[in-house]
């Protein structure tokens, strides 16, 4: 099994405060892989340490062989990995367009006009709002446009942080089927930090559950949902 993410003994956090442990594990291709636990366990610091945003004390994070650790953001961006936090992920001032054309900043013109038009194929919901402020967008349509932000730059990897935090249960459902079609339809490799457990592990195919900062499963997503002590006791999953 070929391994997109490779992470080996991983410390990290924020300059002095330590969240993550020697955490040690691999992210599928073409999968949605879904990191669980509890509050404060170190989901979000995990994403942040791929995209060069974290203290790393010591370990590797590597991207098909290549390694991450002292890269910056920027650079990373440009290797196909894409991080889309749960908020400030758009420019609230700018309108739908402005947001997505400001995203190809690393494109040619020609290749962002040509991206733009797939972009919205995809996310049909967002074309109508094409010219309004993105500030005025309800919250699962703001995660619809920080989504064709990142499409429009073809990633390899889209980095999911709590992208359901706030929605209704019917636009959280909206959300994470355009999710499973990033998989399904364009071979996106998910990562998705979810607090709702249950509704990500229901969708997912490998799964990660970290306590205190480290890891303490690995498997499928359906073994996690159905472990008797892990689901009930980490992820508020009874039955």
């Given amino acids: 099994m070929r391994y997109v993410i490779e992470i080996r003994e991983l410390n990290a956090g924020y300059r002095k405060l330590q969240v993550l442990f020697d955490v040690t594990l691999e992210f599928k291709p073409k999968e ?3 990191i669980v636990g509890p509050n404060g366990s170190g989901k979000s610091t995990l994403l942040k340490s791929v995209f060069g945003l974290t203290t ?3 370990g590797s994070i590597k991207f098909n062989g290549m390694e991450l650790v002292g890269k910056p953001p920027h650079e990373i961006v440009r290797h196909g990995i894409a991080y889309l936090p749960q908020v400030n992920n758009i420019f609230e001032n700018l309108t739908v367009e402005e947001n997505i054309r400001m ?9 962002v006009e040509e991206r733009l038009e797939e972009v919205a194929e995809f996310l049909p919901t967002i074309r109508k709002y094409w010219r309004v402020k993105a500030g005025l967008l309800s919250g699962g349509e703001r995660q619809m446009v920080a989504m064709a ?10 980095m999911f942080d709590e992208p359901t935090g706030g929605l209704s249960p019917k636009i959280a459902n909206d959300v994470l089927s355009k999710i499973i079609e990033l998989r399904d339809n364009l071979g996106v490799t998910i990562i998705l930090v979810e607090q709702n457990a249950k509704k990500a592990l229901e969708i997912g195919d490998h799964a990660y559950l970290l306590v205190g900062g480290k890891l303490v499963f690995e498997g499928g997503c359906e073994e996690l949902l159905n472990h008797p002590q892990l689901s009930t006791l980490y992820l508020g999953v009874s039955g």
């Fill in 32 to 34: 949605i892989n879904v």
């Fill in 149 to 158: 932000m990142a499409l429009l730059r073809k990633p390899k990897i889209m």
């Fill in 103 to 111: 995203a190809g900043y690393i494109l040619e013109k020609e290749e």
């Fill in 56 to 58: 790393i004390y010591s």
